[in-house]
């Protein structure tokens, strides 16, 4: 196993009587970084005066470079912030939570358990899957080696158009990525380091994350209509996700010490989209959905014990405290 980067729970102690940050420094920290991740969107017209952008696409990239500035701005700035004792690269990915040791179970674990909050989802697209092969053979179609390559060139060519489509690079790639850097690797970092207790910043973090998202209220208010209520309505509903998912992000990411076990949940939850609950064709969906969601409530704590993810937890309270919920 490579050194663990994560400091010690004596040193941590040692650090703070030599300076640790205070809670309100790191809550004002968070909410600047907060504030940056938005208010750079918009600096390329407003402060910058650029002309706007001949294209969807070249707005989208310029906004790919704001907020990866925004992102670089605020781990640089985590890093100042932060009372660690070396500034070396290895040890300032390691506080960030950025390790290669355990990558594996960080990426299955975290990865079943959220797929069990989508079981409905699943269940229906395996059920629309069964209904189409169905309707394929009742017209006279068999399994056969075309029918598997048409399938298979469809596929590819879904895969083309996702990969050359700007919007989703910025659902599976930009924004996952970098709001789990800003949001998770620095925020939580920061709130732990002044104090906050785990819980306390599982749900004071998704706050950040949910505030965040507000810039989309003008977007969303144009596409009603210039409707208020309406606006309201899904920019509240927008918001509730948000504070979930942040705050189960936060937990993934205190619990397994993993950057990117919050990352790859955050990659597919953007993919799925919101979990079906019912569907009026197939009763079974709520019945699949319900069994998913007692699954991940039964596996959320077991799947995501600090044991899985680090070689050991023993008398080892870490940066990140992870070590004192085994």
């Given at each position: 196993?490579?050194p663990s980067?994560?400091?010690?729970f004596d040193?941590a ?5 030599e ?6 420094f790191?809550?004002?920290?968070c ?7 938005v208010a750079?969107l918009?600096?390329?017209t407003?402060v910058?005066?650029l002309p706007?952008?001949s294209?969807f696409?070249n707005?989208?990239i ?8 925004s992102?670089?701005?605020?781990l640089?700035v985590t890093?100042?912030i ?5 500034r070396e690269f290895?040890?300032l990915?390691g506080?960030?939570s ?6 594996w179970q960080?990426?299955a674990f975290p990865?079943s358990l959220?797929s069990?909050?989508?079981a409905?989802?699943l269940?229906l697209?395996s059920l629309?899957l069964?209904d189409?092969?169905r309707?394929h053979?009742s017209?006279?179609?068999s399994?056969s080696?075309?029918f598997?390559?048409?399938v ?5 060519s879904?895969?083309s ?5 700007v919007l989703?690079?910025r659902?599976y790639?930009?924004?996952p990525?970098t709001?789990?850097l800003?949001?998770?690797a620095c925020?939580?970092s920061?709130l732990l380091c002044?104090g906050?207790?785990?819980?306390s ?12 998202h ?5 977007e ?5 209509n210039?409707s208020?209520?309406k606006?309201?309505m899904?920019?509240?509903?927008q918001?509730?996700y ?5 705050s ?15 990352l790859?949940a955050?990659i597919?939850?953007?993919?799925m ?7 009026k064709?197939y009763?079974?969906v709520?019945?699949a959905?319900?069994?998913?969601l ?8 077991p799947i995501?014990?600090?044991d899985?993810?680090?070689?050991r ?6 940066w990140h ?6």
């Amino acid at each position: 196993m490579t050194p663990s980067p994560s400091l010690g729970f004596d040193q941590a102690l040692k650090m703070e009587e030599e300076g640790s940050i205070s809670k309100p420094f790191a809550v004002i920290a968070c909410i600047a970084m907060a504030l940056l991740y938005v208010a750079i969107l918009y600096a390329p017209t407003l402060v910058l005066r650029l002309p706007p952008p001949s294209s969807f696409k070249n707005f989208m990239i310029r906004r790919f470079i704001c907020v990866s500035v925004s992102s670089a701005v605020s781990l640089f700035v985590t890093a100042l912030i932060l009372p660690v004792r070396s500034r070396e690269f290895p040890y300032l990915l390691g506080v960030y939570s950025m390790r290669v040791d355990h990558i594996w179970q960080a990426v299955a674990f975290p990865l079943s358990l959220t797929s069990l909050m989508y079981a409905g989802s699943l269940f229906l697209k395996s059920l629309l899957l069964v209904d189409s092969w169905r309707e394929h053979t009742s017209h006279g179609g068999s399994l056969s080696f075309d029918f598997c390559k048409n399938v298979s060139q469809r596929l590819l060519s879904s895969a083309s158009s996702i990969a050359s489509n700007v919007l989703a690079w910025r659902n599976y790639i930009v924004a996952p990525l970098t709001e789990e850097l800003v949001f998770r690797a620095c925020m939580i970092s920061l709130l732990l380091c002044g104090g906050f207790q785990t819980y306390s910043v599982i749900l004071l973090c998704p706050v950040f994350f949910s505030l965040a998202h507000l810039n989309h209220f003008m977007e969303i208010w144009s596409s009603q209509n210039y409707s208020f209520t309406k606006a309201s309505m899904v920019i509240g509903l927008q918001l509730g996700y948000t504070v979930v998912f942040g705050s189960y992000a936060s937990f993934l990411f205190i619990r397994t010490g993993h950057l990117i076990s919050p990352l790859v949940a955050h990659i597919f939850c953007n993919f799925m989209g919101l979990p079906v609950l019912f569907s009026k064709r197939y009763g079974m969906v709520t019945l699949a959905y319900l069994v998913g969601l007692v699954g991940f409530l039964w596996l959320l704590f077991p799947i995501t014990s600090p044991d899985l993810y680090n070689d050991r937890t023993d008398n080892c309270n870490c940066w990140h405290g992870y070590c004192s919920w085994s």
